[in-house]
């Protein structure tokens, strides 16, 4: 695989400039924004959570523990997850349980759900699940029925293990978990039967599974902790093809010791790649890449050389970094006021 390497070198050289994401909020302060920045819901200072649309500014959730807040969506655009985080620049604790909450899309009126960490949205924001980092607990639930699921996870060395959950379907949730000598698991959940069956184990151990989805398929990243010398993997399983739970195929394999923190999109998916590493003085060049899906091109987009994450808002591709947010895919200037000329006098029309 040095050749795929070699590449993606020669490809960083050239990658085009990125453009930065300019907008009338603070990025310090911006929380989420809409793709037509319509609706921003910002922190205005610790503990306020508000809402900015159509010349006015509500502010909506306020705590009293100078709380942060993370504000995800989903594809379908129907309701806004919160995860509100307790004295998030005080008490730096990663097992710490965070409120989560969800509002309807562009809307203020909060509906509490429970305690835990990486909240998500699933199946036309119909379903909702998180994981409580105390009971090593991941809870689902339906938001139009409320009713209510719980996934046990197995012991396991790692007390600061964080699983990954996509929903295939209203039956089907999809899991990441270690057993307790450390080799990564893709377990599937039957809510019917309240059956799981492994779909993919990991052949050694000190790696991570991650997984992304789009509308027909799901990604299996397969990354190494770091410092660990292992390479990385990515497979995909076909959405249609999912009652066939070994039909994973590989579209990309790597000795390269990657970040992962995949972006799935129906044609391709952004990762962060290693493109060069020093182990001894354990220094590394990361940046973010497109990995196509039929044709398993790898393309290096950023030329950062210290990419660690990018995110998804409201379909927006980006990479946060020192300060600022750059665009990988998605309109990047959203701070213009954009208004009508001035017609000429041959436009007018004026009746008497």
Known sequence: MAWISLFLILGNLWANELPTFLTKHSSETLRFIS?????????????????????????????????????????????????????AHLEMNLLKNHKISVIDYGNTIVRNIGVGRNAKLHLKDEWITYFNTLNKVIHIENLMTQKK????????????????????????????????????????????????????????????????????????????????????????????EFTNLSNLTTIYNSIDQDTGNMICLPSHLYFVKTLTADNQLNIKTTEAVKLDIKSQLVETKSNLKSVSQIIEMDGRIMIPFRGAFYVLEGRANIGEDILKSVPNKEELQIDI
């Open 35 to 87: 793709m037509d920045g319509r609706y921003a819901y910002v922190q205005k200072k610790p503990g306020v959570l508000g809402l900015v649309s159509s010349f006015r500014s509500i502010d909506f959730i306020t705590e009293t523990q100078n709380n942060d807040f993370l504000v995800k969506s989903s594809d379908y655009k129907g309701r806004l997850v919160i995860e509100s985080i307790p004295d």
């Open 149 to 240: 699921y719980e996934i046990k996870l197995s012991k396991k060395t790692n007390p600061f293990f964080l699983p990954d959950v996509e929903m295939i379907s209203s039956r089907a949730v999809i899991y990441t978990d270690i057993n307790e000598i450390g080799h990564a698991a893709l377990i599937s959940f039957d809510l019917q039967n309240l059956k799981s069956s492994v779909i993919y184990k990991s052949p050694i151990s000190a790696t991570r599974l991650e997984l992304c989805q789009s509308k027909e398929y799901l990604g299996v990243g397969e990354f190494p902790f770091e410092g660990v010398v292992r390479g990385s993997k990515i497979q995909i399983l076909p959405i249609k």
